[in-house]
């Protein structure tokens, strides 16, 4: 990793300071320019000429000149390490020096004596590392974005990997995070092994076009590190915060660890990681959160939300109803609900199947068998609704199945679930939450807009007769609510 200089001996290294610094091929003005280097570039020093060093870049592999005010030059040894830890210690936490800070970590881990602890560095290289691809990520430009193709490409100079996805309609770049395995690795200070944890379980890093095998394998090592940091041991110099951003992150990988495991067909590990995610979110306390981390709170609430099923017990058949409902596996892939009238035994049961992730835990049979509800999760962090309802009043009772989705303006996250029935069955009363980037998920800002409403729906159509964005606002409705689904849900928080 790193690979700056192969030789053992010290060289003198000159890094780039800032982005379109001419490398010239003569040591004047007025010579042609050989190629324009970018903050972060280190240039082997050959000599000098006419006020000129004279230099080699060994990322575009060629030599040439350039002026000395425009790099800072070093000798790679021992005595220009402290120097050069200083240096990387104020650039870490300085955004828009990313691939100058890499180049400064580069520099010190190759001047750094024998035995000297490097947790602190690749923590440093690491915290810039996953900083560049935010930037390279981010879905509205700013100021000096035209540089981070060039700055991604001095930072791979180094040893530094990145992983490119299209996610929500954006191209996503993603630090591989292999100094932050080094710094979890080495036992850096509880603060750093914070950054480190929080560096390598993104979820916005989980590429959605991997296999489910790969991502279930990914994700159980993902929890598995985060299991290693406890928030409850870290010490005073680990902020608030800090600790409430770690609680949030355990709880959105516990709930992607359950809807995968549940995929998986490990029912056990999928009820576990449900607790564990219900748990760690109830923990962190969102008073101390920074105004920038609070839509981490909602995240990990909508995940938590979607997989609340898995802990939940499966209800017991009421005795009020007629109908026979039943899950099976269908085709390869596919789980069937078959819905099936008691008093008509030669008829043949009304067939739905899915794809998705059916949770047998919500199904709920509305009175007077006006309709039967279950959560089908097709996605991690997705959850929808289907109602297997009557298609209209006949002798025949025809079944149709609908499926409800959270919000239907291209959002991230959500869930819709019912909250209970009217007593004659006639009306749904259902909470729906989802989150998309930016007002009514427009691509063109950063701001996550967060959308939540209780609904009153018609059996019969699904028709939205009554909404409200807080349940008491509809007064009657409320009383229809389920106590299990009180009990249960996020929604109310």
């Not at 290289?125 to 930037?135: D, N, S, V």
């Not at 099976?328 to 892939?333: E, L, Y």
Request: proline fraction near 6%; glycine fraction near 6%; include cysteine.
């Amino acid at each position: 990793m790193l690979p700056l200089i192969a030789a053992a001996t010290a060289l003198t290294v000159a890094l780039v300071l800032s982005d379109q610094t001419p490398l010239r091929a003569a040591a004047h003005e007025s010579a042609p320019k050989q190629t324009a280097l970018t903050a972060g570039d280190w240039l082997e020093v050959r000599g000098e000429s006419q006020g000129y060093l004279q230099v080699y870049d060994h990322r575009h592999e060629r030599p040439g000149y350039v002026r000395p005010a425009l790099v800072r030059k070093y000798v790679a040894d021992e005595v220009t390490a402290p120097k050069l830890s200083a240096i990387v210690e104020y650039l870490r936490d300085t955004p828009g020096q990313e691939s100058l800070g890499i180049g400064y970590v580069a520099l010190y881990l190759r001047a750094a004596p024998p035995q000297t602890p490097l947790a602190d560095a690749f923590d440093a290289l690491g915290t810039m590392a996953a900083r560049l691809g935010e930037r390279a990520s981010a879905r509205v430009a700013k100021a000096g974005d035209a540089s981070i193709a060039s700055e991604l490409e001095v930072a791979e100079s180094y040893g530094v990997h990145y992983v490119s996805f299209e996610k929500d309609g954006v191209t996503r770049v993603c630090y591989d995070g292999e100094a932050f395995r080094r710094v979890l690795a080495l036992g850096g200070t509880p603060a750093a092994r914070v950054r480190a944890v929080l560096g390598v379980t993104d979820p916005a890093c989980l590429d959605p076009a991997q296999g489910a095998t790969a991502a279930f394998t990914l994700t159980k090592w993902r929890a598995e590190a985060l299991d290693s940091v406890d928030p409850g041991t870290l010490g005073a110099e680990v902020s608030a915060s800090d600790r409430a951003k770690l609680r949030l992150r355990r709880s959105i990988v516990k709930s992607q660890l359950a809807f995968f495991a549940t995929r998986a067909h490990d029912l056990a590990l999928a009820q576990q990681a449900s607790l564990a995610a219900k748990h760690e979110l109830l923990l962190a306390d969102r008073a101390v959160l920074a105004d920038e981390d609070r839509p981490s709170y909602d995240e990990a609430a909508l995940r938590a939300e979607s997989v609340r099923w898995a802990a939940e017990p499966t209800p017991a058949p009421s005795s009020a109803s007629s109908l026979d409902v039943t899950i099976a596996a269908g085709a390869p892939g596919q789980t069937c609900v078959h819905v099936k009238s008691r008093a008509s035994k030669d008829a043949a049961p009304f067939e739905h199947c899915t794809y998705g992730v059916v949770w047998p835990s919500s199904l709920r049979v509305a009175p007077h068998d006006a309709a039967v509800t279950l959560v089908v999760q097709p996605l991690e962090g997705w959850s929808e609704l289907l109602v297997v309802h009557a298609n209209a009043p006949s002798p025949a009772h025809e079944w149709v199945a609908d499926t409800m989705t959270p919000m239907t303006t291209d959002p991230e996250l959500g869930y819709i679930e019912l909250a209970g029935f009217s007593p004659d069955g006639a009306h749904l009363l259902v909470a729906r939450e989802s989150r998309a980037s930016g007002p009514l998920g427009s691509p063109h800002t950063l701001a996550p807009w967060m959308w939540r409403a209780f609904q009153v729906l018609s059996t019969s159509d699904l028709r939205v007769e009554k909404e409200a964005s807080v349940l008491g606002n509809l007064p009657k409705a409320s009383r229809w609510e389920a106590a299990d689904w009180r009990h249960g849900t996020f929604a109310l928080r």
